[in-house]
T-cell receptor, first 112, second 111 residues
Framework: NAGVTQTPKFRVLKTGQSMTLLCAQD?????MYWYRQDPGMGLRLIHY???????AKGEVPDGYNVSRLKKQNFLLGLESAAPSQTSVYFC???????????FGPGTRLTVT | DAKTTQPPSMDCAEGRAANLPCNHS???????VYWYRQIHSQGPQYIIH???NNETNEMASLIITEDRKSSTLILPHATLRDTAVYYC????????????FGAGTTVTVRA
């Protein structure tokens, strides 16, 4: 099992550009999550999904959109990137009934 | 959700036990204590969780005080690979199981 994978690993955007971050998991987990981590801080939840076709807002959802068209994939979109969105983005998944979230390796995004 | 307080940093000698404290004095009856750790530049890793009983697994032990207002994560024989940021999280068990990470404790294991 590859576990949770994230694409790309690094990206540099100019202000106003758009992009999509892809999270994929091969563990057949129902729940998936997107977090961001700013330097020296803990992770903050952006959006999450409790199953295919469903999404919900987390703690810091503004400026982001998500989609979960397939159970194994959770996409995070930035429609118009801003420097404040410079961060490391982590995706996680969890099996229904389990306490444990499995995290991906992260995507380091810089917006100039 | 209950707020947690952890020391910002601590050092530990390799091979010795590392005891990581967490204060959660406003914890309510249905809230669990979870511990995750984040090794530099990697995604967080689940360690252990508990409600009111002490818990042990292959990674660590979790000791929760009788009044549940504080807990201690114990790494029994710290190795250099245990150097990481350790997060104590208090959350009710719910279907969505959203986590909220604070600043955590930066643990440095020294040879």
């Amino acid at each position: 099992n590859a576990g949770v994978t994230q694409t790309p690993k690094f990206r540099v955007l100019k202000t106003g550009q758009s992009m999509t971050l892809l999270c994929a998991q091969d563990m057949n987990h129902e729940y998936m999550y997107w977090y961001r981590q700013d330097p020296g801080m803990g992770l903050r939840l952006i959006h999450y999904s409790v199953g295919e076709g469903t999404t919900a807002k987390g703690e810091v959802p503004d400026g982001y959109n998500v989609s979960r068209l397939k159970k194994q994939n959770f996409l995070l979109g930035l429609e118009s990137a801003a420097p404040s969105q410079t961060s490391v983005y982590f995706c996680a998944s969890r099996r229904d009934g389990s306490y444990e979230q499995y995290f991906g390796p992260g995507t380091r995004l810089t917006v100039t | 959700d209950a707020k947690t307080t952890q020391p910002p940093s601590m050092d530990c000698a390799e091979g010795r036990a590392a005891n990581l404290p967490c204060n959660h004095s406003t914890i309510s009856g249905n809230e669990y204590v979870y511990w995750y750790r984040q090794i530099h530049s990697q995604g967080p890793q689940y360690i252990i969780h508990g409600l009111k009983n002490n818990e042990t697994n292959e990674m660590a032990s979790l000791i929760i005080t009788e009044d549940r207002k504080s807990s201690t994560l114990i790494l029994p024989h710290a190795t250099l690979r245990d150097t990481a940021v350790y997060y104590c999280i208090v959350r009710p068990r719910s279907n969505d199981y959203k986590l909220s990470f604070g600043a955590g404790t930066t643990v440095t294991v020294r040879a």
